[in-house]
Structure formats: C-alpha cells, structure tokens
C-alpha cells in the first residue's frame, strides 16, 4: 500500500537530482530504442532504476549522475556492492516470468552533462 502525497517525507535534493538522471537516461534509451518495462523496482534485495527491452532482450540499467568526474565519476560510482544488489533484485525481478528472457546490465552513467550507455557494464 502507498502512502498518499502528503503524508510522504519531502525528496532530498540528492533525490531529485537522481530523479533528474533517470528521466534523462529513460529519454535517451528510448530515443534508442528500448521499451520501458517497469521504473524503480523495489524489493529486498535492492532496487533496480529502469528495466526496459531491447529487442528480445531484458535490460536491467543502473542510472549514475554527477557534477562532475571528481572521485572517478558517475561509472565508478557503479561499487561491486552495488553490483551484487543489482543482481540479486535482477533475480527477483525475473521470478515473474516463466522462462526467464536474455539479459544484461546496463550502466547509464551522467557526468555533468556527458552521458554515456555502458552495455553489458556488470556480468552475473
């Protein structure tokens, strides 16, 4: 069950700013392409920004923004902690269907305006 509007805490500006990102990367990913499956899924596991489809393909992306590249940039933000909760929601995510499609994961990474689509970025 959701809460309703006013009873949900205001978003930190690094919420919006992250917010902003996804909105970008979603724009940009089906500009080439991809279809949006479903945005911000949730489980226990993690959370998964975007899962589109290319083609036959599954697309698991994780969106990283930053001003700027200072302390490696947005792709490096991308931890292998991150990774294996990517992985294990991935998991979960595909527990919905019967046979399971392709997949890959994605890295969406914004550095100040620069962005760029790293395919395949994680391997499960």
């Known amino acids: 069950m ?3 509007t006013f009873l949900k805490r205001p978003r930190t500006a690094r919420q919006i700013v992250g ?8 724009r940009y990913l089906q500009k080439q392409g991809l279809a949006l499956i479903e945005r911000n899924f949730r489980c226990k596991g993690g959370e998964i920004d975007l899962v ?3 083609g036959d393909t599954l697309v698991f992306v994780e969106v990283r923004k930053r001003a700027d590249k ?3 940039g947005a792709a ?5 902690e991150k990774q ?3 992985i294990v929601a991935a998991h979960i995510f595909l527990q919905r269907y019967k046979m399971p499609p392709a997949c ?4 969406i ?7 760029n689509w790293l395919k395949n970025a994680i391997e499960s």
């Open 76 to 80: 490096a933000s991308v931890t292998p």
């Open 109 to 115: 990474a914004i550095d100040a305006t620069e962005m």
């Open 104 to 107: 890959r994961f994605d890295v």
């Open 2 to 4: 959701r809460l309703p």
């Open 19 to 26: 917010q902003m990102g996804e909105d970008e990367a979603l």
């Open 84 to 86: 294996k909760r990517l």
């Open 70 to 72: 200072n302390h490696g």
């Open 52 to 54: 589109m489809q290319d």
